[in-house]
Antibody, heavy 128, light 108 residues
Framework: QVQLVESGGGLVKPGGSLRLSCAASGFTFSDYYMSWIRQAPGKGLEWVSYISSSGSTIYYADSVKGRFTISRDNAKNSLYLQMNSLRAEDTAVYYC?????????????????????WGKGTTVTVSS | DVVMTQSPLSLPVTLGQPASISCRSSQSLVYSDGNTYLNWFQQRPGQSPRRLIYKVSNRDSGVPDRFSGSGSGTDFTLKISRVEAEDVGVYYCMQGLTFGGGTKVEIK
């Protein structure tokens, strides 16, 4: 079945780094845009970043721009988030989620799949 | 940037009674292709979000038919016709890169 599994979270000191991974299975990973969304304790959902199916288009929220780097390895069906210069306000559960499907032959974006599959999340705690 | 405003923040409901959540956007959500990509998500306590409704009114597979979405332009509504215990959680509307602030549904 279609599944996303995040890993790599943990406790890190302010200024430190972490690399999150998201392993995809059950679908053709290379056909889909992918995203990272986070949720601080007791708070709502916040977009962090997304990446196109080929990796050529990338978006970052202003709150993480210059500190976080999203990437993907389509051969390994994996999505990554490199987080540097971490701050206390980055403490959150980080979810990966599938976005729209892109047909490279037709240039068609299928938004039926937009945010239809989420992982269970991985917890990042930034504290001294 | 689009701002999505949900109301109410908290919604205590009696089991078996209806519930309604409003989502208003700061600008029209009609995309250039004529579609409105407004989605609703449910997040049960301790779980990750789950998409319930896509493109305003289409229920995802496995979503009970007591859930319905409606609206157009800038005003959208999620309705639960008869609330059940498993419906407790926080509901979010979302369009593009913007989530609403969430509405917490709880049982009275």
């Amino acid at each position: 079945q279609v599944q996303l599994v995040e890993s790599g979270g943990g406790l890190v000191k302010p200024g430190g780094s972490l690399r999150l991974s998201c392993a995809a299975s059950g679908f053709t990973f290379s056909d889909y845009y992918m995203s990272w969304i986070r949720q601080a304790p007791g708070k709502g959902l916040e977009w962090v970043s997304y990446i196109s199916s080929s990796g050529s288009t990338i978006y970052y929220a202003d709150s993480v721009k210059g500190r976080f780097t999203i990437s993907r390895d389509n051969a390994k069906n994996s999505l990554y988030l490199q987080m540097n210069s971490l701050r206390a306000e980055d403490t959150a559960v980080y979810y990966c989620a599938r976005r729209e499907k892109y047909d490279i032959l037709t240039g068609y974006y299928d938004y039926y799949y937009y945010m239809d599959v989420w992982g269970k999340g991985t917890t990042v705690t930034v504290s001294s | 940037d689009v701002v999505m405003t949900q109301s109410p923040l908290s919604l205590p409901v009696t089991l078996g009674q209806p519930a309604s959540i409003s989502c208003r956007s700061s600008q029209s959500l009609v995309y250039s292709d004529g579609n409105t990509y407004l989605n609703w998500f449910q997040q049960r306590p301790g779980q990750s979000p789950r998409r319930l409704i896509y493109k305003v009114s289409n229920r995802d597979s496995g979503v009970p038919d007591r859930f319905s979405g409606s609206g157009s332009g800038t005003d959208f509504t999620l309705k639960i016709s008869r609330v059940e215990a498993e419906d407790v959680g926080v509901y979010y509307c979302m369009q593009g890169l913007t989530f609403g602030g969430g509405t917490k549904v709880e049982i009275k």
